[in-house]
């Protein structure tokens, strides 16, 4: 392979890199500005700020709130998927989850570009 292609190649990967953490760098500023969903229409593209609140579940506080040893092991750690499908089929109730997690806030910047 050519020289010129392999140092274009790692030219254009720190390139890539510094662009990368820039954008980092603005998403965490954009998200520290606004603490509720938004949109925002510019030049071009749709800058939507979405919050969702997740659980978290605490391994310890959940097998302790698991009473039936066969749905634990179907479960195997917190795992908030399984945890949702258990109470739609209504193996587990939200009452008995109560203690067993916390609610976190999480954020997601999408950008939607207009051709």
């Known amino acids: 392979m050519e020289q010129k292609k392999l140092a274009r190649f790692c030219e254009l990967k720190a390139q890539h890199k510094k662009i990368e953490d820039e954008l980092e760098s603005l998403r965490k500023e954009i998200i520290a500005a606004y603490s509720a969903d ?3 229409e510019l030049e071009g593209c749709t800058l939507k700020l979405v919050y969702q609140d ?17 749905l634990w092991k179907a ?7 399984k945890i949702g499908a258990l109470l739609k089929a209504n193996l587990l109730s939200e009452k008995a ?3 067993t997690y916390r609610v976190v806030r999480t954020p997601y910047l999408y950008v939607h570009s207009q051709p």
């Not at 978290?56 to 066969?70: K, N």
């Open 97 to 99: 989850l109560e203690g």
């Open 54 to 70: 997740k659980r978290q579940y605490d391994d310890v506080r959940l097998f302790e709130a698991v009473p039936d040893p066969e």
């Open 75 to 81: 479960l195997f750690k917190a795992d908030s998927v």
């Open 38 to 40: 938004a949109q925002f």
